[in-house]
């Protein structure tokens, strides 16, 4: 659903507490599934009723596109959600990593099938690439995410200004608003530096507030920067200028490497 504002976060070994805290299962395909696959959700927003910590996911409260809210943990929620999305689905707080059934894929086993998955996922057209999924931990190809959590592949995900500014002259009719790529962490560069610098920062610490965070790998982007949400129109423009001038990544995923307190305003050194 649509993100949020933080003015600070405690970070630990899942990122910040609550994020990514609740699921919709798809009931016929017997998968988690976010807007990738219902994007209807990004129309949605969400709020915790209680503030969240590393062990603890309270209950959320959920604002419809109509206006209306139910919360996360009520059986109507369920049906609500799945009028909005067209198909039935459940809603599920995070479960332990033991629950390997929980988070088990269900993909083609043909090749043509599992092909054409992966088109639709990461919205690429016939004639573009895929991403190269190899860099990504071997599990995502079995399961729906690393158990025990909700995240595409890390617990964290930060993009700088310098990124977004490189794509917005390559293609200025496009709305590259930082709300597409859904960042964790969004790092503005002093001293004017330009273009998507954090690639440099693979594989190197950031130490960021009083945490410390290890840059792992380039974030390969999908058919969620092109969804309509509020105040930004559908832009299939966006991705196909990813795939074209940006080697089809935005942006780094990143593990944390000691636990602290990030404020906005904080400096990112590079350790």
Wanted: proline content about 10%; overall charge negative; aromatic content about 6%.
């Amino acid at each position: 659903m649509a993100g949020g504002r933080l003015e600070s976060a405690s970070i630990g070994p899942l990122g910040i507490p609550g994020d990514r805290g609740w699921a919709l299962r798809d009931e016929t395909a017997a998968e988690v599934r976010g807007a990738k696959k219902f994007p209807a959700l990004v129309q949605c927003a969400a709020r915790y009723v209680e503030e969240p910590t590393e062990t603890r996911i309270p209950a959320a409260e959920i604002t419809l596109p109509d206006g209306s809210t139910v919360r996360s943990d009520r059986p109507e929620a369920a049906e609500r959600l799945t009028r909005l999305v067209g198909r039935p689905v459940s809603v599920w707080r995070r479960r332990p990593p033991e629950d390997r059934e929980h988070y088990r894929r269900s993909l083609p086993e043909d090749p043509a099938g599992l092909e054409g998955e992966l088109r639709e996922m990461f919205g690429r057209t016939p004639d573009e690439p895929l991403p190269d999924l190899s860099v990504f931990p071997p599990e995502l190809m079995e399961f729906t995410s690393p158990l025990g959590t909700y995240f595409d592949a890390f617990p964290l995900h930060l993009i700088t200004t310098s990124w977004l500014g490189e794509l917005r002259r390559r293609n200025p009719k496009a709305d590259f608003d930082r709300r597409r790529f859904r960042p964790n962490l969004l790092i503005e560069p002093e001293g004017g530096e330009e273009g998507p610098i954090e690639l440099g920062w693979a594989g190197k610490q950031l130490k960021i507030g009083s945490a410390a965070i290890r840059v792992t790998v380039p974030c390969a982007r999908c058919v969620m920067t092109t969804l309509e949400q509020p105040g930004l129109a559908k832009d299939p423009s966006v991705l196909r200028t990813v795939v074209r001038d940006s080697n089809q990544n935005v942006g780094v995923y990143a593990d944390v490497v000691s636990s602290g307190t990030i404020r906005v305003g904080d400096p990112v050194e590079l350790l």
